[in-house]
């Protein structure tokens, strides 16, 4: 199953996120990616296919200051194992972004129509197009958003949701997928595992179904 790590807080995002990653390396994944807030509020992706080193190396010397990101390890499901479907997914925008465990029973359809509504999506997955329904119903509250997007949905789902514009936020959800919330002093923390995350935290909420 595919791995989701989230942090924000004051401390540098990037390598509590890729060491997040490590440890759930044990559960198989074919492509890793990291999504991070900097500073002055741009959003900085890097995803690469085939082993968590790939990924490192692509962010030697490159990777950003910021206190607030996502990252992930994929199992491929919708779309070929490669950098271009690997998550985290962007919106048209380029202010959304989303990492999302699960399969979205419906994403054919949902896809059609952010299509014809004018939308372009890059990649294969179903993940991506959640990332286009946030964004039509963006309205400068990102779980507001995300709440009308998971609406549309029909499957399984734990995911994050990071916005440029909300630079010390993430949103998660699940639904039939595990994700955990840990409370740290002046940090919080996102994962679908706990073990990803208890080097810097025991206060752990197990989310319920349909938070």
């Not at 790939?54 to 490669?82: E, I, M």
């Not at 896809?111 to 999506?121: I, K, M, N, S, T």
């Not at 997007?149 to 399984?156: K, T, Y």
């Amino acid at each position: 199953m595919c791995g989701i790590v989230g942090y924000t807080g004051p401390r540098e995002a990037g390598p509590i996120l890729l060491a997040g990653l490590r440890r759930l390396e044990y559960r198989g994944y074919d492509s890793a990616g990291i999504a991070l807030l900097d500073d002055v509020g741009d959003l900085f992706v890097e995803k690469r296919a085939g082993k968590l080193a790939n990924l490192t190396t692509a962010l030697a010397d490159r990777t950003p200051h910021a206190g607030v990101g996502l990252a992930h390890t994929r199992w491929a499901t919708h779309g070929r194992p490669n950098d271009l479907n690997a998550h985290p997914h962007v919106d048209c925008t380029g202010e959304i972004t989303v990492i999302h465990n699960g399969i979205i029973e419906n994403f054919r359809e949902l896809r059609d129509g952010l299509e014809a509504r004018g939308h372009v999506l890059t990649s294969e997955t179903d993940t991506e197009a959640i990332a286009h329904l946030v964004e039509e119903v963006y309205a400068g509250d990102l779980a507001d958003a995300t709440r009308a997007a998971l609406r549309r949905l029909e499957g399984a789902y734990a995911l994050a949701v990071m916005h440029r514009a909300e630079s010390d936020r993430l949103v998660g959800a699940r639904m039939n997928v595990p994700l955990v919330v840990g409370l740290g002093e002046g940090e919080s923390f996102l994962a679908s595992d706990v073990s990803a995350i208890l080097e810097h935290t025991r206060r752990v909420i197990f989310l319920e179904e349909g938070d």
